[in-house]
């Protein structure tokens, strides 16, 4: 299995940091890390020093994310492939690597509306991760910290994005998705670089713009029991959710999705299917999910229509 590349960090921009920061603590359930040099507050997700960098600012979305790549000829192979692009990767200044933690790095504007950085030498933090909340971490090592959607308007971007994403990163196609969604339809790209099933999915939102660029962040967890947790403390903080727990048909995971407080949201989830080597499985599906997921609103109609149905009538004898 190829893991030259995997998904590292992302940067967001908030308004509002501390209710995010509170979000990102108490509910995710991520373990905080050392502020950067800018001062920005980072979470972590493991032995990583930051997985998650917030800002102050006005972006109330991401602003960066981050691919980590595990050589010198790897870095040097994905710049050249972005340069083949016509793009510009320019190198991180001292400052900049200072602030991201990372030995190196070129920065290039993603067609999906943020910067992409292409890191070597991800430092580690100074303490073993530890979280009450996962005893048993999340699923890392290899395969990057987790995922991330994001939604672009109008096929040029799409079909831009997917160029980026495979022809400069070098990701590779996991399959696709391809559903109604009112009168118009919404497109999907899942894109792998490791075992995980997607580091990166590109959305073609079925609307003239897109109210925000990121749609996600996933963390993936090693057990459901996890996910449930994760689940009823959303529930218990009054998170307002987007997606009840269920299972998605393409990757297998078991989730929910819950909306942080600047919009985007955040998926925990596990069970996550493998990429295996030679994928030959590309596939277009046509529903997101095998049960489950369902908005709150629809689960409540739908819970609304059982109690509501009145009781048989007992029987008099
Ligand atoms: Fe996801």
Redesign the pocket.
Known sequence: MNTEIESAYIVLESRNPAAVNTYLGEVIGLMPGAPTPGGAVTWRADGKAQRVVLAQGSANDATCIGFEVSSRTAFDGVVTRLRKLDLDPVPGTAAQNKERRVAEMVRVPAPWGVEVEVVLGLENAATPFKSAMYPNGFVTGNQGFG?F?FGVAGADAYEASRKFALEGLGLKLSDTLRMPMGPVELKVSFFHCNARHHSL?IAQIPAPEVPQKLH?I?FEVKRVAEVGAAFERALAAGTPLANMLGQ?ENDG?V?FYSIGPDGWQV?V?ATGRQITDNWNDVREYNRISIWGHQPPAVFAQMQGLTVAAPAPAPETV
Request: aromatic fraction near 0%; avoid cysteine.
């Open positions: 995922h959607v999915a996600h996933n998605h995971m989730s998926e989830g």
